[in-house]
């Protein structure tokens, strides 16, 4: 089993549709996990940490479920200008997980 | 607002040639990490560093390469002997503390011939 999967996509949604990312982790140990955007031959850039009680900043919610090694991240009202990879982070004893990714294209 | 920066922007180099990937990290910050990506693939995790010395590296970072901080602000990457497979885009990036978030540097991209 990988140790951080995600869904492979690509997603292709209406804009100002409401898209759910999800991502699962292996490792029971991990202590502190991101969701990241990356754009076409960018580098990764933050969009939020992930926090056990739920965190949301503006249109974008992360949830954790460390129980079920569960993550994440919804985009409410989504934008052209969200159209990008978006990437779980795992984080064990300094050593930092990227999944694959899910690419996500949002449709005008 | 701080940023990590990273030179060259692209490096071509030959198969046996040693690189030196440069980084600048954000000042306040205290960890610092490589990553690779090649085209189309996952960010992997390479190393990441702290007072001075390595704190994990993946199976990836094998004799082949070091990382050093050689003065107050600078953190580099060598590779001693590319190979082809070396080709990728190198990131850089920087925390405050060890399970914080992470920032990352715009990235070099390695062409190895």
New interface residues.
């Given amino acids: 089993r990988k140790e951080v999967e995600q869904d492979p996509g690509p997603f292709n949604v209406p804009e100002g549709a409401t898209v759910a990312f999800n991502c699962t982790y292996s490792n029971s140990a991990s202590?502190?996990f991101?969701w990241y955007r990356?754009d076409c031959?960018?580098?990764?850039?933050?969009l939020m940490?992930v926090y056990s009680s739920g965190n949301e900043d503006g249109r974008f919610t992360a949830q954790l479920n460390r129980a079920s090694q569960y993550i994440s991240l919804l985009i409410r009202d989504s934008k052209l200008s969200d159209s990008a990879t978006y990437?779980c982070v795992v984080?064990r004893?300094?050593?930092?997980?990227?999944?694959?990714?899910t690419r996500l294209h949002i449709l005008p | 607002e701080p940023e990590v920066t990273q030179t060259p922007s692209h490096q071509v180099t030959q198969m046996g040639q040693e690189v030196i990937l440069r980084c600048v990290p954000i000042s306040n910050h205290l960890?610092f990490?490589w990553?690779r990506q090649i085209l189309g693939?996952?960010?992997?995790?390479l190393v990441?560093f702290?007072n001075n010395e390595i704190?994990?590296k993946?199976e990836i970072f094998d004799d082949q390469f070091s990382v050093e901080r050689p003065d107050g602000s600078n953190f580099t990457l060598k590779i001693r002997s590319t190979k082809l497979e070396d080709s990728a885009?190198y990131?850089c990036a920087s925390s405050l503390r060890?399970?914080?978030?992470?920032?990352?540097?715009?990235?070099t991209r390695l062409t190895v011939t």
């Fill in positions: 202590q502190s991101f990356q031959r960018k580098e990764p850039k933050l940490s990437l984080n004893d300094d050593k930092i997980i990227f999944g694959k990714g | 960890y990490y990553y693939q996952k960010v992997e995790f990441s702290y704190s994990e993946s885009m990131f060890d399970t914080y978030e992470q920032y990352f540097g715009p990235g």
